[in-house]
């Protein structure tokens, strides 16, 4: 793995094994589009909900060639869920943007 991943826990411990989770989805990423520059991943154990338990936060910011994406509304109690649901959403905008450089996307004429 060639992209540099850049992990900071907020409100909560620091933990090897959201570490090696964060990676193998860096990881992924990369075999599938190949060209990412840094990946920052953010986890914040947010304050406690009236109805609800503690949610975690994920927020992801992906530098590539040309762009940088950003997925920062991503909550669920289970920080491995957030996680996998933050990943998933950063694959998709990832996706797109690769389509559109190989003009797989239609632009309409104004």
Do not use: W
């Not at 060209?35 to 947010?46: D, F, Y």
Request: hydrophobic share 35%; proline share 3%; net charge neutral.
């Amino acid at each position: 793995m060639k992209t540099p991943v850049h992990l900071q826990f907020r409100g909560m411990e620091e933990s090897e094994s959201l570490y090696a989770h964060a990676v193998s989805h860096v990881s992924r990423l990369e075999d599938a589009f190949g060209a990412l520059m840094s990946c920052r991943v953010s986890i914040e154990q947010l304050q406690k909900h009236r109805h609800q338990g503690r949610p975690y936060g994920v927020v992801i910011d992906l530098t590539l060639p040309g762009h940088e994406l950003t997925v920062n509304r991503i909550q669920n109690e289970d920080v491995y869920v957030a996680m996998r649901d933050a990943f998933d959403a950063i694959y998709r905008q990832l996706e797109t943007v690769v389509q559109k450089r190989r003009g797989q996307i239609k632009h309409h004429a104004s």
